[in-house]
């Protein structure tokens, strides 16, 4: 199954329309982006405002969007609007998941003073 497919099953088993989930993604992103940014002494905006390091992290989020939908596709399918908050807890638990990997090449470019321009 593709993405865009696998992504439709989702939102719609969360009862997420794609600007909301747009929005969850990037939430997610910042806490990624708060505790990243703490353990390797990079400013927080920098950080968060880079687009490579946006863009590796939505590709993180999809692998974490397939593999929910790979390890829960029965659920997805069966369960209904009711178990909407439930499927959205255990998603969490891959998101949060990223938390422990980050591009190191990416943060140090951003040490390295190659920032954001103003």
Known sequence: ?????????ILKAMQF???QWRNQMRWFFEIWAMKISNEH?????????????????Q????KA????????RLYINSLGIEAANELFDVFSLL?????????????????NGQTVPK
């Open 65 to 72: 969007e397939e593999e929910f939908y790979k390890q829960n």
């Open 95 to 111: 998101a949060y998941e990223i938390e422990e990997i980050y591009p190191i090449t990416l943060i140090n470019n951003l040490k």
């Open 17 to 19: 329309t794609p600007m």
């Open 41 to 57: 002494f990079v400013l927080l905006e920098e950080l968060s405002r880079n687009e490579p390091i946006w863009s590796w992290y």
């Open 1 to 9: 199954m593709n993405y865009e497919v696998i992504k439709i099953e």
């Open 59 to 62: 590709a993180q989020f999809c």
